[in-house]
């Protein structure tokens, strides 16, 4: 596609759907396309399919509007993913993406190998955000829109840190920053804003971590028990594997944490020689070079030892080259 309005003609019903657990990536680009969408083709019922998104991106407007459960039976003209890396990523609405009379693929994860009718994947670019500002009129890019792709490249770029932002990421986040919206407390409030318990809770993994692979590689982790005990669930532990990446010597941040007897969400993030998103595909996950995440069974010490032993794999292999 040149456009988004290319696969927009001649329809009535549009249904948008992003992946499992989402990031602002996720958000920033449901949202900022059924903005688009709203504004520029009132004809079109267009409606967002999403996972119960956290708090932290109530910025973007109209995000109440958000269908967090399937409502009926639907045959959409046209089903959208963003930032939907694989078939079994699809959350919520995945019937609705398999009725639809045409589905598209808008995404830039280099494992997508493709699973729309139209596929737009550009798996060298930072965000999907940043893919999907290349398939809208600029003119057309409000404040709201502009507020939530904005949101996404924050996210996917770790604020423009990740080696993913290129100039043209720059560029781009110049021009939506043009539109007026509070840029700073945006970032403020994704990445460094937490409440007191969020801070024990950092503070306890931080206390608690491991280090392996002759202190190239990091691990925290909380127990079922650990997040009952703080009253706190996934949505109060962002962060804490960023934190984990920055600790000086460290290649590899491993962060887990038991979402229900023996299961575990993985996030994994690289400072640049090991390819997390190769680990997390493995396992049966996915992600980008340096941000992937993955689910486990297992006890904590089974986790953490098959995780591991793929990123022993990598960083021996980097020794040797």
Same mark, same amino acid.
């Given at each position: ?232 669930? *996934?949505? $109060? =532990?962002? %962060?804490? @594997? ?10 590899? #941040?491993?962060? !887990? ?35 992937? *995440?993955? $689910? =486990?069974? %297992?006890? @904590? ?10 990123? #022993?794999?990598? !960083? ?6």
């Amino acid at each position: 596609m040149n456009n988004i309005s290319e696969v927009l003609t001649g329809v009535k019903s549009m249904g948008i759907g992003g992946h499992i657990r989402p990031d602002g990536d996720c958000v920033g680009s449901c949202m900022a396309l059924y903005l688009y969408v709203k504004t520029y083709f009132p004809e079109i019922d267009v409606k967002v399919y999403l996972d119960n998104p956290r708090p932290v991106f109530s910025h973007i407007d109209r995000i109440d509007e958000i269908l967090t459960e399937t409502d009926g039976d639907r045959v959409f003209d046209l089903f959208v993913t963003c930032d939907v890396s694989a078939m079994n990523r699809l959350a919520l609405a995945e019937e609705y993406f398999n009725q639809a009379k045409k589905t598209v693929c808008i995404d830039h994860h280099v494992s997508n190998s493709g699973f729309a009718e139209v596929n737009h994947v550009k798996g060298d670019i930072s965000s999907c955000c940043e893919v999907l500002y290349g398939l809208l009129d600029k003119e057309k890019i409000d404040r709201s829109v502009a507020a939530a792709l904005y949101t996404g490249m924050i996210h996917d770029t770790g604020v423009f840190q990740y080696s993913s932002t290129t100039p043209e990421t720059m560029r781009i986040a110049g021009e939506l920053m043009k539109t007026g919206f509070e840029f700073s407390k945006i970032i403020d409030h994704s990445f460094y804003e937490k409440t007191y318990l969020q801070n024990q809770v950092m503070g306890r993994v931080l206390a608690e971590s491991i280090m392996i692979q002759d202190g190239r590689c990091i691990i925290g982790y909380l127990r079922k028990k650990d997040l009952d005990f703080y009253g706190v669930d *996934g949505k $109060d =532990l962002d %962060g804490i @594997v960023s934190q984990l990446r920055l600790t000086k010597g460290v290649e590899v #941040a491993m962060f !887990l944490y038991e979402t229900k007897t023996q299961t575990f969400k993985v996030s994994l993030r690289s400072n640049g020689n090991v390819d997390v998103s190769r680990i997390a595909v493995y396992f049966g996950g996915g992600g980008h070079v340096r941000a992937a *995440g993955c $689910d =486990l069974h %297992g006890s @904590v010490y089974d986790v953490i030892n098959n995780v591991s032993e793929q990123i #022993a794999h990598q !960083l021996a292999a980097e020794q040797d080259a």
